[in-house]
């Protein structure tokens, strides 16, 4: 029996679908800032807090200085900008019956109002994984709802798994395209891992031995996964390429 879809592309949403990450953004411009922030994500490269713990530590000093969520999204709606070739890429997928499917340690409401805004109408057909907001009944501030009781909060290789457990015959083609911290969970489970050049994830998969195709734009993962699609290249070909942009890892020019 042949596979349901041929391929299904998992990815993150900030800081890979878009430009900025919107929790960064937040975090850097209402929050307790970019130093902060950026010690934070050290910490959970080194293993010495959770994702979960750290990311909450975020977020709630973002409430506390703009407790109405919807100006947040507001903020958001003015400031987030799309990956240049992402739009082109999805159309891509939509026409090969490719699901694109993001995995997401954000926040559904801001994800789907920017994808809106960004993609427009089809982006109603993109499956968002990801937390939830409560917001106070008194609307004087709100906070995260994790979507499991990991130590990621949302431990992106549960949506993963399913697919990666289906016999050789029904399974897709997988790809995951991410960039930070929030992608740990996710770095070893698909046939092809894009990593972004000059963020954390490239720092993890680097130390930890995980193989990565590194990525600057989705102009890049679309070539790339239209040429496997297209039969043109293997995983394991793609995989096996020397990767000239590790060079830019050298710079250490941590963007996160």
Known sequence: MAPKHKAIVFSDFDGT???KDSNDYLTDNVGYGHEKRRAGNIEILEHRVTFR???????????ANKPNFPECIELLRANIKLDPGFSTFYAWCLSQDIPVIVLSSGMEPIIRALLTDLVGPTADKIPIISNQVKIHEDGKGWEIVYHDDSDFGHDKSLAIKPYKDLPDEDRPVMFYCGDGVSDLSAARETDLLFAKVGHDLITYCEREKVPFTVFHDF?????????IIEGKATVKEVAERPQKEKDFGKKKEVLN
Do not use: W
């Open 53 to 63: 713990d750290a990311f909450r530590e975020m977020l709630e000093s973002v409430s």
């Open 17 to 19: 679908i878009t430009l």
């Open 219 to 227: 102009k890049d993962i679309h070539e790339t996964v239209q040429e």
